[in-house]
Structures are given as C-alpha cells and as structure tokens.
C-alpha cells in the first residue's frame, strides 16, 4: 500500500505497515510471524519460533557492548479485531486499510492494530538497523495477547538470558508503567428453555442499543463509557408493555467494553405505539445520563415484521434470568487502589452475550491487581449465574505486575527521558492487563520497564496512533539502549 512511505522514522513505518498488510488476529498469527521469521532469517539473526508462533529473535551486541547483559525486548504480533457494523471487511482476509489524518495514523472502520503493531515494527527496527548501539537484544514477540495471554504463558523461557526487559505495549507518552492488573475470565451458560409465544403476538421488532464509544476493558473502564449490553439488560427491565424475547446478543470481545447490543422482540401489533413512546422516553433518558462519556447513544427499534401466531420464544424463566443476569452482573470499577490514588484496583467488564448450543452464554474479563479480590469478584459472578439457573466457570486468568521499589531499569529510563526531552516522565501502575505479569512470574529477578506512543481508543474502530509520539518515543528507545551496559 505504502501509506506511510513519507513518515520517519521510516524503517519503523515501514515496518508497521508490513504487519498492517497480513492478517494477524489473536489465534491467526502464523501468517505473520511467518513473515517476520523470513525477515529475520534474511538478517542473519538467530530465531526461535514455537507451536504458538511465538518468536524470539537474537542480535549479538554491538561493539563495545560484548560484556553486557542481554536486554529483551517484548511485544504481541497480534490484534483486537473490531469493526463499525456498517463496514464490510473480513479480518481473517484483508490487511488493515490505513489512513494518515493529520498527525495520526487510523483506520478506515476497524481497529489499527497499533496495539501492538507499533511496538512490535519498533522491535524490528532495532533488530535490523547496524549503526546502533545497545547490549545482546533478545526480542521476543508473542502471540494471543489480547485473548488470555496464552502466547506468553506457553513460551520457552529458558532460551532467554536476559533479566531486564524493556515491554513496548503502553499508550500514553511520556508514561512509564510499572505494575499492571491480574485477570480471569468468568463464563456464565444459561440453558435456554422455549416456548410458544401468546395467542395474538404477530409482530417482532428489533432493540438496538448503538452509538457507544466503547473502549479498552482495562485501561478505559474507569471512564464511565456506556456498557451496551448493561444498558439493554436495563431497557428490557424497564419497558412497560408486555414482549416476549426470541433472540439476543452483543459484544464481541471480552477485551472491549461493548458498543452494541440488540434483543428480537415478539408482541402484539396492539402493542407497537405504546412501545414506540416508551421508547423514546427511555432513549431521552439515556441521552441524558451519557450525554458526556457518549453523546451518540442511540436505543432504537429496527426491523419491525409480521409473524405467524405461535412463533416459538424464550420461556418466561428465561427470558427474566437473562434480563436479571444483564441487569445484576457488575460492570465497571469495584475497587480502587488504596496505594496508588486514582488507580483501578478491581473491575469487571460485561463483554459479550451470545447465543451457542442452545444456551445463552455471556463472558466477561474480571482484572485485579490484588489476587484475592480478583478471585472475590469472579466468585461474586460466577455465584449470581448459579442462583439464575446458570452454569459458570472461570478461567485460569493471568496474573499481575507487582510494582518493585528497586528497578534500575526504571531508573534509567527516567533518566534518559528527563535529559532527552527535558520533562520528568510520569511512572504509575495501569489497570489493564500485561504480559510482564506473565514474565514476572516465570523468570526470577526480572526487572522491567513498559512504555510506548499514544494509542487512542484501543479495542474500537476509533483506534488510531499519534505519528510524532511514535518517533518520540523509538528515539527515547534507542538513546535508552545505548546507556545500558
């Protein structure tokens, strides 16, 4: 495409554009790191891949730093895949379309991929530019991030020497991270019984909840962004006139605070204009409560058809399990960090409601920094899903990044950052969750730093990466490199 062929550094453009180009959603890496293998290979460079298609990738140190300790440097290879409703593309097939906006670069109706394409198009141009200087880099670039960290938790860490290690999955300049969030999975099935639908119920139409900004489910969930399918569960709660449910879903990722939900709805034709009114009360009042954090909600009904009597429907139990479910289940901050001011120490994140064998299923991403009350709280829901009638698990999860009070890494890095670009960077703990966690827990005495551009919107069509930061921050990188002997 050579969008980005004008912007500089144009070595890490280049190569984020390379990587835009394949498809490289979580579980559908092979392609890419395929691609950045052969890279490598062509280089020279010493490379490791895995059954995951995990990479790690070794450049001997340059001169003057053959005594040095190797330094890794870490990033995923995949991406959060997220499109507008009314765009068509298809992830598994097409590379991202890129647009250039300003000082921007974005996407044309789907996410970027700038988490972590950047990081990792950083990564390669470390490994490949000659006249830098830096200790042995050892590069690992992991897969399955944004779907449970699976990538890092299967790598082979023994093959790495390195105990400092520098993870290029931040988004906000001139911030350094220095602990981040733990995490699990709870899954809550419930069975769907049917039913047919009352004598005279002929019509169905479509609530659509839409026009939410959605966001990141860990670093933006304390922005009070609307929660779709929390909101639906409140509409179907609150409408007066009798319906029956036939379908339901929202969501797409756990990872994403959702911006769209929808239910089929089955009723008397009678009952259409008291519908109607009811809705445009409860749609003003939405408007109202989120004219902030989403001006554009919007709570429609679309797809209004006639139907046979006896249309078959979601059973009274089930249709007001479903309802109490996306009414009780907790969305958003539970707790915040008593340590670290202004820090989230525990949410959920109501991600997906979908409709699988006969079952409703609805799968939500809890995150903590203290591991017990992240175990409260996935038992909190898992115990809300059991009194409704539903089957619950909850996943293995990932654990979190203790903050150390002794890093020189850190130290360091703030260091350069303060002589390079006469600003003290801010250090802090983040509620989303990274893979240093992971690395944290498997290698001893690992001392680490995570930081990078900024990145806007994460998880949303909206996603877009700020050029200037990025070379802001790859001339942060090398300089950082240069002074770690």
Request: with cysteine.
């Amino acid at each position: 495409m050579n969008v980005l062929k004008d912007l500089q550094p144009a070595d890490v453009f280049a190569n984020f554009e390379m990587i835009c180009n394949i498809p490289h959603g979580s579980w559908d890496e092979k392609a890419l790191s395929d691609a950045i293998l052969e890279w490598a290979q062509g280089l020279g460079l010493e490379t490791h891949q895995d059954e995951l298609h995990n990479l790690i990738i070794k450049k001997p140190a340059s001169e003057g730093f053959e005594n040095s300790p190797p330094v890794i440097l870490q990033a995923h290879i995949d991406m959060v895949c997220e499109k507008n409703t009314n765009v068509d593309f298809d992830f598994e097939t097409q590379g991202i379309n890129l647009l250039i906006e300003g000082d921007f670069i974005t996407a044309d109706g789907t996410t970027l991929g700038a988490d972590n394409g950047i990081g990792s198009a950083m990564m390669m141009a470390v490994l490949a530019d000659k006249t830098l200087k830096h200790p042995p880099i050892e590069a690992v670039f992991t897969t399955v991030e944004e779907a449970g960290m699976d990538g890092a938790k299967a790598l082979d860490v023994n093959l790495l020497e390195g105990r400092r290690m520098i993870n290029l999955d931040s988004s906000e300049d001139g911030i350094f991270c220095v602990g981040c969030a733990g995490g699990s999975g709870v899954t809550i099935k419930l069975p769907i019984k049917e039913a047919k639908a009352n004598p005279g119920v002929t019509t169905s139409v479509t609530l659509f909840v839409s026009g939410l900004k959605g966001g990141h489910s860990g670093a933006d969930i304390d922005l009070e962004r609307g929660n779709s399918n929390k909101i639906l569960g409140r509409v179907l709660h609150s409408l007066n006139t009798p319906f029956e449910i036939a379908e339901i879903g929202g969501g797409s990722k756990t990872n994403a605070i959702p911006r769209e939900a929808w239910a089929k709805l089955v009723v008397a034709q009678s009952c259409m204009d008291l519908l109607w009114v009811e809705l445009e009360h409860i749609e003003a009042a939405y408007k109202a409560e989120l004219s902030t954090s989403d001006p554009d909600v919007s709570i429609k009904f679309i797809n209004v058809e006639q139907i046979g009597e006896g249309a078959t429907v979601f059973a009274e139990e089930t249709k007001g399990a479903i309802i109490d479910l996306l009414l009780l289940i907790p969305h958003g901050p539970a707790h915040f960090s008593m340590d670290l001011p202004g820090l989230v120490e525990t949410s959920n994140n109501l991600g997906v409601v979908a409709v699988k064998d006969d079952s409703i299923v609805i799968s939500c991403a809890v995150r903590s920094s203290v591991e017990s009350r992240k175990n409260s709280h996935c038992t909190r829901i898992s115990r809300l899903g059991q009194l409704l009638g539903a089957e619950t698990s909850v996943s293995d999860g990932y654990p979190g990044w203790a903050y150390n009070p002794k890093s020189p890494i850190r130290d360091a890095s703030v260091k350069v950052w303060a002589e390079k670009f006469g600003e003290e960077p801010v250090v802090r703990a983040i509620h989303a969750g990274l893979e240093c966690g992971i690395f944290d827990s498997r290698i001893p005495n690992l001392d680490m730093i995570s930081f990078g551009p900024d990145i806007f919107d994460l998880h949303t069509p909206d996603e877009r990466t700020r050029i200037s930061s990025v070379a802001k921050n790859y001339e942060f990188l090398v300089n950082l490199l240069e002074t770690l002997k």
